[in-house]
């Protein structure tokens, strides 16, 4: 598969600025359903993450986002849409730009 990604703008739950610029993280995830003591319900993505740039004095960056399967909702990929990355617990809400 080629690789597609989309920009997006990511509202993290804690400083981002541990993470690197410009390296895909791959350890994330899209949770299209539910959670309930800690047992996803429903269908989950892995969603790598390129933060591309870190938007000062928040803790917010921009970044570049895509599913690694064709089999993933990438019609849900466009501008409003927006969803939680996952990562044992909830680490940030993505919105799709």
Known sequence: MEQRHCKAIIEW????VGYPL???LR?????DGTIVDKHIIG????????ITAYIDNTWRAYADV???VDEA???LLKSGYTFKLWAGKDVATVSIV
């Open 73 to 75: 909702p990438w019609h």
């Open 27 to 31: 350890d994330l995830v899209m949770i």
């Open 13 to 16: 739950y804690k400083n981002p």
């Open 43 to 50: 269908n989950t993505w892995t969603v790598p993450v390129r």
């Open 66 to 68: 895509g599913f690694l």
């Open 22 to 24: 410009h390296t895909w």
